[in-house]
């Protein structure tokens, strides 16, 4: 049988290939990604990891499912413990400092997708924030899979790209699309069509996420 989330999957695979041939995904694993367009990145997803893991806790605390509540808790606190930590060695590495983080502004796209995240949730309903969620743990997974089989000659890229390809990570994926489907088993259609727009729309500002960095995007007019 065919599962919710492989229905939301395949609405939103136009935007998963384009991220899959991003060109910041290719030169990322050739090595060619310029250092700038990486630390860009990194700083503008700093704010995303910190605001990801707070819409954990906001959700967490309208679910119902026991299963999912703890989950998501575990999964706020395993942001700060994992990714967000792991991130802080990229920092060093890159002479990225707390002060540098705090003066950067949040780019249009980044406050663009945490936005809509939180809509989802505010002017939504749980279920509808849990599918917005699910873009981001799946496709850096796939996208992991992809390039670990090739890796990238550059050591920092090449230990993004294992950040996601390990087994705990898979698994969190693995739950993450189960809690996704328990959701979708207690919506109807109406609701399941909201579920399914938020999943699409954050698949979007995924691929736009990438392009964002590749841009150094800002809310300056240049000349
Ligand atoms: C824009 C953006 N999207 C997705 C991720 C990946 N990610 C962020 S939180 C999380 C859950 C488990 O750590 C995962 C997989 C990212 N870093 N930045």
Known sequence: MITFTDQIHQAAAPFWQKSFEHPFIHELQAGTLPKDVFRYYLIQDRYYLSEFGKLHELI?????????????LDGAQGLKDGEIAVREGFFEQLGITPDEVASTPIAPTAYNYVNHMYAELYRGTPQQAIAGLLPC???????????????????????WIETYDSDDYTDSVDQMIALTNRSADQADA???????TAFVRS??????????????QKWQVTA
């Open 137 to 159: 743990y799946w496709l850096y997974n796939q996208i992991g899979q992809h390039l670990v089989a090739q890796g990238s000659p550059v050591k920092l890229y090449q230990r």
């Open 203 to 216: 698949s979007a500002y995924e691929l736009a996420f990438w392009q964002m960095a590749l841009d150094q």
């Open 60 to 72: 967490a605390e309208q679910v119902d499912d026991a299963h999912g509540k703890q989950f998501l």
């Open 190 to 196: 109406a609701l399941k069509g909201k579920m399914k």
